[in-house]
Every structure is written in structure tokens, then in C-alpha cells.
């Protein structure tokens, strides 16, 4: 993960009916239901999986990503992405996937965008 500077942030985004768009929100409502099914087979529930995104975004923090800060992300098809990808919802920080072939020239050309 990467990031660049930027705003520091708070707030919690909001979906339509009201409650918080959050990982920590769906833990609350949804606790023990499944949250993710991965291609072995493994199932994990909406506490397992917020206890990961806490832990990232905690990591973030610690590394003074918040709100407005661009976080940098070479995905792959598995939980890690996801768990990346809801860490950096959680600090309203926003996020672009880089290809995991792209040259360190493509990645600075596209950091140059965010």
C-alpha cells in the first residue's frame, strides 16, 4: 500500500436509508451472517471480516492515511484485496488499483493523476 498526503478526515458516509456505509455498520447488523465465500471454499462472517478491516485501517492510520489520501493498491482475485479495498472505505481514503505488471514509470504516470 501506498499513499500521498492529504487531508485528514472524519465523518461517516451515509447510504440511502440512513445508516453508516461502513464495515464496522455491517459488522453491527450483520455479525455472524456470511460475508465472503472464497474460491477454496472458505467462508468467513462479517466479524471475522471486520475484525481484518479493522486491523488494516488501523495500519493506515498508523501511517497517517485519512480522509482525501490516495491509497495505492496492486490487486489480486483474493481476501486481502477485499479486506485492502473496505480498510480504505474505512478511512475515507480513496483508492486506485495499479496493475501488477505495470512499470514503475505507469505507476508514477498514474499517481501524477490522483
Given at each position: 500500500m501506498r499513499r500521498r498526503g492529504g487531508a485528514a478526515g472524519g465523518?461517516?458516509?451515509r447510504r440511502a436509508g440512513g445508516g453508516a456505509l461502513s464495515t464496522a455498520a455491517a459488522v453491527r447488523e450483520a455479525?455472524?451472517?456470511?460475508?465472503l465465500v472464497e474460491?477454496?471454499?472458505r467462508r468467513t462472517d462479517w466479524r471475522?471480516?471486520?475484525?481484518e478491516v479493522a486491523a488494516a485501517a488501523a495500519w493506515l492510520a498508523a501511517r497517517g492515511v485519512?480522509?482525501?489520501?490516495?491509497?495505492?493498491?496492486v490487486p489480486a482475485v483474493d481476501?486481502?484485496?477485499?479486506?485492502?479495498?473496505?480498510?480504505?472505505?474505512e478511512r475515507?481514503?480513496?483508492l486506485y488499483l495499479v496493475h501488477p505488471r505495470a512499470t514503475e514509470a505507469e505507476r508514477?504516470?498514474?499517481r501524477a493523476l490522483v
Open positions: 465523518g461517516e458516509a455479525g455472524a451472517r456470511l460475508a474460491a477454496d471454499g471475522a471480516l471486520g475484525e485519512g480522509a482525501g489520501d490516495p491509497v495505492e493498491l481476501r486481502r484485496t477485499v479486506v485492502w479495498v473496505l480498510a480504505a472505505l475515507r481514503a480513496p508514477a504516470r498514474q
